[in-house]
DNA sequence: TGCCTGAATGACCGATTGGTCACTAGAATG
DNA sequence: CATTCTAGTGACCAATCGGTCATTCAGGCA
């Protein structure tokens, strides 16, 4: 059990989760919430009984899956604060962002959405009311904290920040489906418009 | 085979149907999508068995109870439009209509949101993609008619239906689980606010 | 009263799935 | 080469759930 053995064995480990929540996400990718330990088991190209080595439990499974997924969201985000743009470059690009990192990669946007409603028909009672996903969590409380220093009225950050989340999310929830929508910038003007300027500008001039 | 035991035996059904469906929103209530047959039935007060002696399958009674939901808040929205106020005293009472309604009616708030995913971890696959809940539609219909009529551009009303319609449900979705949150007129207030002016006028002034 | 109809029942079935564990194969060790 | 060890395996288990159907029973009818 010298340092060395352990370095190696370390890696052999993280390169087996890799390719295991790799698979998970092809799994989800085709067939959502619904993917079976045995869907990701092959999709994985290893035996079922081998993701119980690597993670406790389903729950534990999807949960890094999804953490995962996020976390890249996350960087590209991070990338946008970093550039420092004014108030309303940053909101255009913050959603631009988001729609296309989904657009990209559909099977995140199974992950990430569907997993919302965790268990779905499990034994979801109240119990897990307590732990709402925690890495959607984290995007949230980042435009939330850039919202604070941004805005006006630091109190309503965090009402605002969830609702540019859900705000894109709603047309995310409306794009992936369909084949042929409006083309993904075109979306993504709208909705940054809408979102700076309100409804009251669109009203028919009477 | 009369007229009389025709409408006696309608009458009969007709109550039985209400009760499974009233029993089913209980059921719902508490459990979510993750309800089963059985607790729909122990709900009713009846065997399991028998809903099938007034619903053909599962997704016939689920669908159902969640068009009979829905058709109360649609009724409550269109007092809103027959009042016939001026955009803006309209969109405000549109928010605080279905704000309101779900609030008071939480077991319907399940139904609604929950059922938006049909399945969970059933063979949605990609077969369900083309029915994607009725009447969520008829809701979002009726808002993209009155916004055709009420605004500029006419080929942008379904776009700005979707986006009414998710924004409110993504409010309702922080409001619902949480129990001491911001008083509902003002959650309501916020919301319109945000909607008809946009973020812009928040800016920080620098 | 005795029979008959059909609504209601709930034990049962098949299918599915998360999770387990006795076993295997192949590498490391001596 | 023989032995040990362990990562990997997949048949198996228990639990769950949607849906069925033989049986029951209450109420109307002769």
């Given at each position: 059990m010298t340092q060395q053995s352990d370095t190696r064995e370390a890696l052999l480990e993280r390169f087996r989760v890799d390719s295991i929540t790799e698979g998970a996400l092809r799994a989800i990718a085709r067939?959502?919430?619904?993917?079976t330990m045995q869907d990701i088991a092959d999709e994985s190209g290893i035996?079922?009984?081998?993701?119980y080595l690597y993670f406790k439990d389903r729950d534990e499974l999807l949960h890094r899956v999804s953490e995962g997924a996020l976390s890249q969201l996350l960087a590209k985000i991070e990338d946008v604060f970093a550039r420092a743009l004014p108030f309303e470059g940053t909101i255009r690009e913050l959603v631009l962002t988001k729609l296309r990192f989904f657009d990209e990669r559909r099977d995140l946007y199974r992950v990430h959405f569907e997993l919302r409603?965790?268990?779905?028909?499990?034994?979801?009672?109240?119990?897990r009311k307590a732990a709402p996903p925690k890495e959607k969590q984290m995007y949230v409380d980042r435009l939330t904290r850039y919202f604070e220093e941004a805005l006006?009225?630091?109190?309503?950050a965090p009402r605002l920040a969830l609702f540019l989340s859900e705000t894109v999310a709603a047309v995310l929830f409306r794009r992936i489906?369909?084949?042929?929508?409006?083309k993904l910038e075109n979306d993504a003007e709208f909705l940054s418009d809408l979102l700076l300027n309100g409804l009251s500008g669109r009203r028919k001039k009477s």
């Amino acid at each position: 059990m010298t340092q060395q053995s352990d370095t190696r064995e370390a890696l052999l480990e993280r390169f087996r989760v890799d390719s295991i929540t790799e698979g998970a996400l092809r799994a989800i990718a085709r067939k959502g919430a619904a993917a079976t330990m045995q869907d990701i088991a092959d999709e994985s190209g290893i035996a079922k009984g081998t993701l119980y080595l690597y993670f406790k439990d389903r729950d534990e499974l999807l949960h890094r899956v999804s953490e995962g997924a996020l976390s890249q969201l996350l960087a590209k985000i991070e990338d946008v604060f970093a550039r420092a743009l004014p108030f309303e470059g940053t909101i255009r690009e913050l959603v631009l962002t988001k729609l296309r990192f989904f657009d990209e990669r559909r099977d995140l946007y199974r992950v990430h959405f569907e997993l919302r409603f965790p268990g779905g028909r499990d034994p979801l009672c109240d119990a897990r009311k307590a732990a709402p996903p925690k890495e959607k969590q984290m995007y949230v409380d980042r435009l939330t904290r850039y919202f604070e220093e941004a805005l006006e009225n630091k109190e309503d950050a965090p009402r605002l920040a969830l609702f540019l989340s859900e705000t894109v999310a709603a047309v995310l929830f409306r794009r992936i489906p369909e084949q042929g929508g409006p083309k993904l910038e075109n979306d993504a003007e709208f909705l940054s418009d809408l979102l700076l300027n309100g409804l009251s500008g669109r009203r028919k001039k009477s």
